[in-house]
């Protein structure tokens, strides 16, 4: 499955690939998009077992003249390194969200597989852009709708209505993100 965002908060596109492997799932994309003036280009690959929990990340490409290359790993015990150097402030997340994609939401979304009205907290180890520092981000993920969630993290001073699609992918995140295209 590809999908394409538009974004709102600024000029730019993500476009990303689910495939389907048989230990698991990868994720595959490229954002390009404008950065104080500056044109980034942050391809992306994240690998998840079958229930949707990281295992790695990898983050390369640039902003503005600046080269990016970022491995992330996180081991079945969910402890984290950043380029080969210990996370111990991630230690437990089972989730990695990258700060410039909404396709990370969609690993909690499948996850979790919650019901309609149910909600449930995670810790994600959050790539923050654009320092790319790992971080603990706590979220709440409540299912409000068939096809919506209600995002909050930052201790409920970031709170955004999400719609998906019937695959867990994100077809409005207010503010930032919406669809562009969506192929099978």
């Known amino acids: 499955m590809n999908i394409l965002w538009r974004r709102i908060d600024t000029p730019g596109h993500d476009s990303a690939r689910l495939v389907q492997r048989a230990s698991g799932w990868n994720i595959v994309g ?14 992306y690959l994240i690998v998840c077992d079958l229930d949707w929990s990281t295992h790695s990340a990898r983050v390369d490409g640039w902003v ?25 402030d991630v230690e437990g997340c089972v989730d990695v969200d990258l700060n410039f994609s909404p396709i990370t939401n969609t690993l909690p979304i499948r996850r979790l597989n919650l019901e309609v009205g149910h909600e449930a907290e995670v810790h994600a180890a959050w790539l923050r852009f654009p320092t790319f520092n790992l971080e ?20 409920g001073s970031f709170i955004r209505e999400l719609q998906v699609n019937e695959a867990g992918l994100v077809t409005s995140y207010p503010d930032f993100f919406e669809l562009e295209t969506l192929l099978a």
Not at 33 to 43: D, M
Not at 143 to 155: F, V
């Open 30 to 43: 490229t954002a390009v998009f404008l950065f104080e003036g500056q044109a980034c280009r942050l391809n």
């Open 64 to 88: 503005g003249e600046r080269a990016i290359d970022v491995n992330i790993s996180a081991s079945r015990h969910h402890t984290w390194s950043l380029n080969d150097v210990a996370c111990p």
């Open 136 to 155: 603990r981000l706590e979220q709440i993920y409540r299912r409000t709708g068939p096809l919506t969630y209600r995002y909050n993290s930052a201790g």
